[in-house]
């Protein structure tokens, strides 16, 4: 069955140090790939996307993403982090006009 | 701010209620989706509306129904209301028919029954 999972429910890192976020995804070929952030209160917001070519991805706010088809990941990371950084973030997953989302993982960023 | 309206932003109501929570999407956008966020199943796709008809369907209820208007506006319906479908109900809008696509989402609606 397709799936988007995100291991990891909690995460706690402090100020300035790195971060990298898991997602790994079950589907039967590469699917198009997203990672969006919720901060309290708001709605989802975008931070990048892969579809395909460079498995490398740029983001907004600093965040970078991989993706590796043989590990069927799409880790989310960034060298450092900022207390505005603590949120809830969304890995996504979309083939096939079907659109799911992982569980999310809730960063907290100690002073 | 992502451009996408939703309103009430809080409701409260109790079992067995039907309340109407309305979307307006992006200026251009053709798409409209709507999910569910709440703690134990996370979010959760509804539906897809694209121009005016129905797209695609997710996890929706019998009891919840939508639609999109010829102005591109949306409505979500909720029947006989239960405790259980208290949540965050968020609505996005893309530019194309194809959901994976970037989707921009509202601010969402809490809905809680009583």
């Known amino acids: 069955a397709q799936s988007v999972t995100q291991p990891d429910i909690h995460i706690t890192v402090s100020e300035g140090a790195s971060l990298e976020l898991r997602c790994n995804y079950s589907y039967g070929a590469t699917p198009y790939l997203f990672w969006y952030v919720q901060s309290p209160g708001q709605g989802l917001q975008l931070l990048l996307k892969y579809f395909s070519g460079d498995t490398l991805v740029q983001g907004i706010k600093g965040f970078e993403a991989e993706f590796k088809r043989s590990q069927s990941s799409f880790n989310l990371r960034k060298p450092s982090v900022h207390w505005s950084d603590a949120a809830e973030y969304f890995c996504?997953?979309?083939?096939?006009?079907?659109?799911?989302f992982g569980a999310g993982t809730r960063l907290t960023v100690k002073p | 701010d992502s451009g996408v309206t939703q309103t009430p932003k809080h409701l409260i109501t109790a079992t067995g209620q039907r309340v109407t929570l309305r979307c307006s999407p992006r200026s251009g956008d053709l798409s409209v989706y709507w999910y569910q966020q709440s703690l134990d199943q996370g979010l959760q796709f509804l539906i897809q509306?694209?121009?005016?008809?129905?797209?695609a369907k997710g996890n929706i209820l019998e009891r919840f129904s939508a639609q999109q208007f010829p102005d591109l506006h949306s409505e979500l319906n909720l029947s006989s209301l239960e405790l259980g479908d208290s949540a965050l109900y968020f609505c996005a809008s893309s530019g194309s028919g194809i959901s994976y696509n970037e989707q921009f989402f509202g601010p969402g609606t809490r809905l809680t029954v009583l």
């Open positions: 509306y694209y121009n005016g008809e129905e797209r």
């Open positions: 996504a997953v979309g083939y096939d006009n079907d659109m799911r």
